[in-house]
């Protein structure tokens, strides 16, 4: 059963444009998300976070919107750029755990110049 | 400072071996969690440990095992290799735990079993 769920294998954005990257959940009682990026033959690395008490967090051109009701988020790129070509994979944390965390199947960005 | 080291880097294994991997955290950080990373599944959790103890588990076989040091440094053990064990495995560490505090992930190991 897959709690964490990233329906879009694969994404294609123009350089300078947007990228939405999408992120769905089905257990009501997580209360912290992540994003992390992984580059080919790397580990993943840190990205941004939002508690559940906010609904949006950004970080330079990051930005990370929650929708509760929905279950969803998304993290935004602005601009989007050659670099920003990885794999994002959102993550979610139970409410009062620390020693575990869920992480969705995976989008890979591909920037186009 | 020195990031999270995993070794080794890449194995090669046939079926019915074990093998055991290696992983070195953040220096400070107490919790360490594995895991496996497949094309079709993406990350999926292995275990936490945190101060010597585990403290999770993922939905692995009992094949899969693993411990952690009194200096933080963990191992991961997998016996009786089967064909669809082949994966990169991922080791984090952090401070506290995986939950609420950024972790950073080692290169990882990337085992194929034949």
């Known amino acids: 059963d897959q709690q964490v769920k990233q329906n879009s294998p694969s994404l294609s954005v123009q350089e300078g444009r947007i990228s939405i990257l999408n992120c769905d959940y089905t257990?009501?009682?997580?209360?912290?998300f992540l994003w992390y990026k992984k580059y080919p033959a790397e580990g993943p690395t840190f990205l941004i976070s939002?508690?559940?008490?906010?609904d949006k967090n950004e970080d330079g051109r990051f930005t990370v919107f929650l929708n509760k009701s929905a279950k969803h988020l998304s993290l935004h790129i602005v601009p989007s750029q050659p670099g920003d070509s990885a794999v994002y994979f959102c993550?979610?944390?139970?409410?009062?755990?620390?020693?575990?965390?869920?992480f969705g199947k995976g989008t890979r960005l591909h920037i186009l110049p | 400072k020195a990031g999270v080291t995993q070794t080794p880097r890449y194995l090669i294994k046939t079926r019915g071996q074990q093998v055991t991997l290696s992983c070195s955290p953040i220096?400070?950080?107490?919790?360490v969690s594995w895991y496996q990373q497949t094309p079709g599944q993406g990350l999926q959790f292995l275990f936490e440990?945190?101060?010597?103890?585990?403290?999770n588990k993922g939905n692995f076989p009992g094949r899969f095992s693993g411990r952690q040091f009194s200096n933080s440094r963990s191992e991961m053990n997998v016996s009786t290799l089967e064909l669809g064990d082949s994966a990169l495995y991922l080791c984090?560490?952090?401070?506290?735990?995986?939950?609420?505090?950024?972790?950073?992930f080692g290169p990882g190991t990337r085992l194929t079993v034949t």
């Open positions: 939002i508690s559940s008490i906010k």
């Open positions: 984090a560490s952090s401070k506290t735990g995986t939950g609420r505090h950024e972790q950073y």
């Open positions: 440990y945190f101060s010597e103890t585990q403290r």
């Open positions: 220096s400070g950080h107490r919790s």
């Open positions: 257990n009501s009682m997580f209360d912290y």
């Open positions: 993550a979610a944390s139970l409410m009062n755990r620390d020693d575990k965390i869920i």
